[in-house]
């Protein structure tokens, strides 16, 4: 069974579009993260969710919308796809405490033409 | 100030070598938790270790094991025995018991094992 599991893997698609990308954890974490990967491998939190409230927000365009219908489910929707976009995006989860690890999904690479 | 810091942008290391990767942090939170996560080109994120800041020993995980020295606020991997398999990105991150929802990545290390 897969802990953390985001939808689609790849996604392709024009610029000005809208898409989603779903996220799932099986494993009962009260926190959910999603996190942007650039071309140079950095990782950088976008937003965070500790039982479907909202704990992180960084600056992250407004195009950018997070929804969390429970706190198994944490989806990324973002509106009017830029170039800039084009990143892999890793949804995560965790146990709410600090010697706890995160678990990650297996990634969504976006890619705007 | 960057929480964690590497150092290392890339490193070579002879296949059946041990290899050191850095790790700094800074951090005022008594308790705090360390991780090494492995990023292998097929992209998905693999934990490696963790070390908590309590931890009197230092940690190890079959051929990975964390050299924590806490005064001077570093956080080694070390991978003994390289195999081709471990060339790799290598992220150190931090969580913090004060903004425990928080990670902090490190901008990682990339590793090559030469054959």
């Known amino acids: 069974d897969t802990a953390v599991s985001q939808t689609p893997k790849y996604l392709v698609t024009q610029m000005g579009n809208d898409k989603s990308i779903k996220c799932e954890q099986n494993?009962?974490?009260?926190?959910m993260y999603w996190y942007k990967q650039d071309s140079k491998k950095f990782l950088k939190i976008m937003f965070s969710?500790?039982?479907?409230?909202?704990?992180i927000n960084e600056t992250v365009p407004n195009r950018f919308s997070p929804k969390s219908p429970d706190k198994a489910h944490l989806n990324l929707h973002i509106n009017s796809l830029e170039l800039g976009d084009s990143a892999v995006y890793f949804c995560a989860s965790s146990q709410e405490f600090w010697g706890e690890k995160l678990f990650f999904g297996s990634g969504t690479q976006l890619s705007v033409l | 100030a960057q929480k964690i810091t590497q150092t290392q942008p890339g490193m070579f290391v002879q296949e059946k070598e041990a290899v050191t990767l850095d790790c700094t942090y800074d951090t005022s939170d008594p308790s705090y938790g360390l991780f090494w996560y492995k990023q292998p080109s097929s992209g998905e994120m693999i934990f490696l270790i963790y070390q908590g800041s309590y931890d009197q020993q230092n940690a190890t995980e079959g051929r990975y094991s964390l050299n924590f020295q806490k005064a001077r606020k570093s956080a080694n991997l070390v991978i003994s025995a390289s195999q081709l398999g471990d060339s790799a990105m290598y992220f150190c991150a931090m969580r913090e018991g004060t903004t425990g929802n928080q990670f902090y990545f490190g901008t990682g290390t990339s590793l090559t094992v030469i054959p």
């Open positions: 969710y500790n039982n479907k409230e909202l704990i």
């Open positions: 494993l009962g974490h009260d926190t």
